[in-house]
């Protein structure tokens, strides 16, 4: 079992940043990968970013490419997602997931936090 923990969401104006955190406990969350998934009111959860075990990869959806960066500490049990730029379409509750697949599909991770709210003004 790994629990996850987010945290580092809140309220910014566009063109702000924030760098939301991802702890795990329980199964070093080293043994998997990690994934970045949000979700808007009355819209279906959707991937964001991914990150290899290791470190050593990493994916993005189109949407966030050149602006959200994924990082991870092993030694920490902490991912990271660092969010520049950001615009109200980003607004969103943000899920980090830990899975054994490096993935883009909800299904592929099995352990899910409980969401941090980042809410974007224009």
């Known amino acids: 079992q790994v629990q996850l923990v987010e945290s580092g969401g809140g309220l910014v104006q566009a063109g702000d940043s924030l760098r939301l955190s991802c702890a795990a406990s329980?199964?070093?969350?080293?043994?998997?990968?990690m994934g970045w998934f949000r979700q808007a009111p009355g819209m279906e959860r959707e991937f964001v970013a991914a990150i290899t075990r290791s470190g050593t990869s990493t994916n993005f959806a189109d949407s966030v490419k050149g602006r959200f960066t994924i990082s991870r500490d092993n030694a920490r049990n902490t991912v990271y997602l660092q969010m520049n730029s950001l615009k109200p379409e980003d607004t969103a509750v943000y899920y980090c997931a830990a899975g054994p697949l490096y993935s883009r599909s909800t299904a592929n991770y099995v352990y899910w936090g409980q969401g941090t709210q980042v809410t974007v003004s224009s």
């Open positions: 329980g199964r070093t969350s080293a043994n998997y990968h």
